[in-house]
């Protein structure tokens, strides 16, 4: 008989109730021990595959580099041909930068009197170059992650925080089949915690201002349920513009808010060309 629940789960269950535990006692590392702690429970049960080899050196067979200067023409023809998916791609990058900058400036209390997190100019131009650096590499998109939440939450609030991961990542790219080999089940249970912190946010939100409420819990609920952060701002802008033209609020809405609302539809209907 089938089990009822999968064991994977279980453990998963028991991983969020030790890093929450650790997490309350204010231990700095419970992420990361959560994570150690539930990939060798993993092993010992079976759940977990190891790769017969450890090291690895890392391959740029993909890596446009090399072929860049003699390519170069068929490049541009390439991009031409490809811009609708271009810009799909570009609003989704940008969007999710936007997103997760906002997040955890919020979270690290990095945020102007205006409410715009400081100096965001500099970390998108240093999110865009890493995109760009990283497509010439070879890599799937380089994105700001959320869980940088969980280096915040432990005291990181500088850029010598990013330059250290940063560092570290580069250090242990030749042991990638190691990282690789760390389960679901290992982070799930970290992952729900950095969603928890940013929940504290909620609270900034006038709720008893429902033009203003309903585009926020539409944000709120579209991001999981799309799994992306840009779809769920996009449908919050759509909502917002339209909450507050059927409400006669005309005034709420700026420029610049018609201008994303009204790329965030072109981009909604041409998802089904691009797929």
């Given at each position: 008989m089938k089990a009822f629940v999968e064991p994977s789960s279980i453990i998963a269950i028991a991983g969020f109730i030790l890093a929450s535990i650790l997490y309350i006692k204010r231990f700095s590392p419970a992420f990361l021990v959560?994570?150690?702690?539930?990939?060798?429970?993993?092993?010992?049960?079976?759940?977990?595959?190891?790769?017969?080899?450890?090291?690895?050196?890392?391959?740029?067979?993909?890596?446009?580099?090399?072929?860049?200067?003699?390519?170069?023409?068929?490049?541009?023809?390439?991009?031409?041909?490809?811009?609708?998916?271009?810009?799909?791609?570009?609003?989704?990058?940008?969007?999710?930068?936007?997103?997760?900058i906002s997040g955890l400036a919020t979270k690290a209390g990095l945020i102007d009197g205006r409410g715009r997190p400081v100096n965001i100019g500099r970390a998108l131009y240093t999110d865009a170059s890493a995109t760009v650096a990283g497509a010439l590499?070879?890599?799937?998109?380089?994105?700001?992650?959320?869980?940088?939440?969980?280096?915040?939450?432990?005291?990181g609030r500088t850029g010598l925080t990013a330059l250290v991961t940063g560092l570290l990542f580069l250090l242990f790219l030749p042991v990638a089949p190691l990282a690789a080999a760390i389960p679901g089940f290992a982070t799930a249970p970290v992952l729900i915690l950095v969603g928890l912190m940013f929940m504290s946010v909620i609270r900034k939100i006038d709720l008893e201002d429902l033009t203003e409420a309903i585009p926020s819990f539409m944000a709120i609920i579209a991001i999981p349920l799309t799994y992306s952060i840009a779809t769920g701002i996009g449908l919050a802008f759509i909502t917002y513009t339209l909450v507050k033209l059927l409400s006669g609020r005309l005034s709420d809405i700026t420029p610049a808010t018609i201008v994303i609302t009204a790329v965030f539809i072109i981009y909604f209907l041409m998802l089904p060309a691009l797929h």
């Amino acid at each position: 008989m089938k089990a009822f629940v999968e064991p994977s789960s279980i453990i998963a269950i028991a991983g969020f109730i030790l890093a929450s535990i650790l997490y309350i006692k204010r231990f700095s590392p419970a992420f990361l021990v959560t994570i150690v702690v539930l990939t060798i429970v993993g092993i010992l049960a079976g759940l977990v595959s190891l790769s017969p080899s450890i090291f690895e050196i890392p391959s740029f067979a993909t890596s446009l580099i090399p072929v860049f200067p003699t390519a170069f023409r068929a490049y541009v023809e390439l991009i031409a041909l490809a811009f609708p998916v271009a810009f799909s791609l570009f609003l989704v990058e940008f969007f999710d930068g936007i997103g997760t900058i906002s997040g955890l400036a919020t979270k690290a209390g990095l945020i102007d009197g205006r409410g715009r997190p400081v100096n965001i100019g500099r970390a998108l131009y240093t999110d865009a170059s890493a995109t760009v650096a990283g497509a010439l590499m070879g890599t799937t998109t380089t994105v700001i992650y959320i869980e940088s939440a969980s280096g915040i939450e432990a005291g990181g609030r500088t850029g010598l925080t990013a330059l250290v991961t940063g560092l570290l990542f580069l250090l242990f790219l030749p042991v990638a089949p190691l990282a690789a080999a760390i389960p679901g089940f290992a982070t799930a249970p970290v992952l729900i915690l950095v969603g928890l912190m940013f929940m504290s946010v909620i609270r900034k939100i006038d709720l008893e201002d429902l033009t203003e409420a309903i585009p926020s819990f539409m944000a709120i609920i579209a991001i999981p349920l799309t799994y992306s952060i840009a779809t769920g701002i996009g449908l919050a802008f759509i909502t917002y513009t339209l909450v507050k033209l059927l409400s006669g609020r005309l005034s709420d809405i700026t420029p610049a808010t018609i201008v994303i609302t009204a790329v965030f539809i072109i981009y909604f209907l041409m998802l089904p060309a691009l797929h």
